[in-house]
């Protein structure tokens, strides 16, 4: 095995050097359907804890990891809304810090200064401004941050906005529309998420009425924006199909570009009591549904994929997205809340738990990289992240993989890959998907159907072991996997 790009990373903790047998960890993730899925990893503060690195060593610790990356993501997080959706899993702050967008914003400029500073020039591939609410602040403070990127960073062939709005914002203010398209935005990005006035009032979201989505999307349209996509939720308490199917079809008498599906994530948001009242039959039964009308009205996504595109070769991702997902791209992330990965680190910066600005904002003021959380990496937690994304688009690219890593997915996941193969659940396929970037091979390990429907488990037999472990043990009636589990962790401690 070449082991270039690995030795960057960390030696495995005994949790990480076990192996759980394939079915015990894919009945595992399907029993925690609510928690086994792309939001890699779970429980970072029991999983990652043994690689967490101190605060003296951040600054030595990012320049190494960044070092030799040439081209990188950008991810700037703008963490202001309106209101706080209670579904949402996101870091948003609270109402009485609404007021502070044009300090924040100030911060998040700041922050990408201090980067150049640690990082020396790099290019940029695909600049993602997310949230929260991006296009909450003015649009001259949104207009300033991309100005300060360009100064900062070089940009590569192929670079490419994207912006998130609602369509409170994108129906009632027009200008601000109208000026990211003028300051070179590429896609925008709105939430519908569900269209019933009872179910919305039930998740906190704003009920305005679908007519606003009609004058939203005018705007869009009248903008002259190249990519359109709408985001719709499912998988809630108390959705039922003919709602779901109600908000499809509203969705498609908007005709985006592209259709995101998300299906609710009840993890640390405030409804996530309600978890335990969705059961797996309903939500294959909503994904069922989708793919069916979505498909019918030539919006194509390939099994396991959320986002549908109509138009052919366009994956319907942002540029950033993309080449997380398909490469495994390593990605700065700016602002609170927002996480950075490389080849052999991931970090969380500060203020994300807490969801208020003040510790963000004193790192920023102080001139240092705003991390809270900073963690050095071994090959099992790198792959299973860089696997976790991909399994966006539902399939793994393989010559990405040993791109990144320096051996075959094969060598690096063997009784997996056998599993997943001989049970159906993922097959080779040349993929449709990121035919625009160069240098890849299409060949990809993909989900079936029936891999697709099994997403949670499928997903699971990537993670890092002690990721494993953490799902095999949360369920008591399980406790044997776990005994045998755990045994096998201390027999490899004892061993070391
Ligand atoms: C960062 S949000 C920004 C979108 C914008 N603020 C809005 O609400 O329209 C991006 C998308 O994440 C999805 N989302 C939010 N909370 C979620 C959760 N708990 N589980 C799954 N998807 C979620 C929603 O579909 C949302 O449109
Ligand atoms: S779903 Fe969108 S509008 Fe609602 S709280 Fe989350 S980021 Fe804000």
């Known amino acids: 095995m ?25 009945a595992a993730g399907e029993r925690n359907h609510h928690i086994s899925n792309t ?17 003296e060593k951040h600054a030595e610790t990012v320049a190494e990891a960044f070092d030799g990356l040439g081209e990188i993501c950008l991810y700037s997080h703008i963490p202001f809304c309106e209101t706080r959706c209670f579904f949402c899993e996101y870091t948003v702050v609270a109402k009485k810090e609404l007021s502070a967008t044009e300090q924040y914003m100030a911060a998040l400029n700041r922050e990408l200064e201090i980067y150049a500073e640690h990082l020396g020039a790099r290019t940029i591939t695909g600049f993602d401004i997310g949230g929260g609410t991006p296009s909450f602040p003015a649009a001259a403070l949104i207009a300033e941050h991309i100005a300060a990127v360009k100064r900062h960073f070089r940009t590569g062939p192929g670079f490419e906005i994207s912006i998130e709005t609602t369509p409170r914002i994108a129906a009632g203010a027009a200008d601000k529309i109208f000026a990211y398209k003028e300051m070179g935005i590429d896609r925008i990005s ?27 999307a005018e ?74 009308m979505l498909t ?3 919006y194509l996504a390939n099994p396991g994929k959320n986002t549908y595109s109509r138009i052919a070769g366009d994956t319907g991702t942002s540029g950033y997205l993309t080449r997380r997902v398909i490469e495994g791209a390593s990605y700065l992330g700016l602002g609170l809340g927002a996480q950075t990965f490389t080849d052999s680190t991931i970090s969380y910066n500060s203020g994300a738990a807490g969801k208020n600005l003040a510790p963000y904002l004193r790192d920023i003021e102080k001139g240092i990289l705003p991390l809270q959380d900073l963690y050095h990496l071994p090959a099992e937690h790198m792959m299973a992240k860089m696997v976790a994304v991909s399994f966006y688009f539902g399939e793994v690219n393989l010559a990405a993989f040993e791109k990144k890593f ?21 097959q080779y396929t040349q993929s449709e998907n990121g035919p625009e970037l160069e240098g890849l091979n299409a060949r990809a390990l993909s989900l079936t159907p029936l891999g697709a429907q099994h997403f949670n488990g499928t997903i699971a037999l990537f993670f890092a072991p002690s990721v494993q472990s953490y799902l095999l043990g949360r369920d008591p009636e399980h406790a044997e996997d776990m005994h045998e589990n755990r045994a096998a962790a201390l027999r490899v401690a004892l061993k070391a």
């Open 2 to 26: 070449a082991l270039t790009r690995l030795a960057k990373c960390a030696p495995p903790a005994a949790a990480d050097r076990v192996r759980h047998s394939p079915a015990t960890v894919f």
């Open 39 to 55: 939001a890699y990893p779970i429980a970072h503060r029991e999983t990652f804890w043994p690689y967490r690195v101190a605060r």
């Open 190 to 216: 709105m939430g519908i998420q569900v269209t019933q006035p009872d179910l919305l009032k039930i998740l906190g979201r704003e009920t305005n009425g679908v007519e606003y989505h009609f004058r939203a």
């Open 219 to 292: 705007h869009i349209r009248a903008a002259g924006f190249r990519k359109f996509n709408l985001d719709l939720m499912y998988g809630f308490a108390g959705q039922s199909e003919a709602a779901w199917q109600a908000t499809l079809t509203h969705a498609l008498q908007l005709a985006p570009d592209y259709i995101t599906l998300y299906r609710m994530r009840y993890k640390l948001t405030r409804i996530s009591h309600q978890a335990e009242k969705v059961e797996m039959a309903q939500v294959r039964a909503q994904a069922r549904l989708a793919k069916d």
């Open 296 to 298: 019918a009205a030539g």
């Open 406 to 426: 320096g051996c075959s997915f094969e060598a690096a996941y063997p009784e997996a890959v056998t599993f997943a193969l001989s049970e159906g659940l993922m």
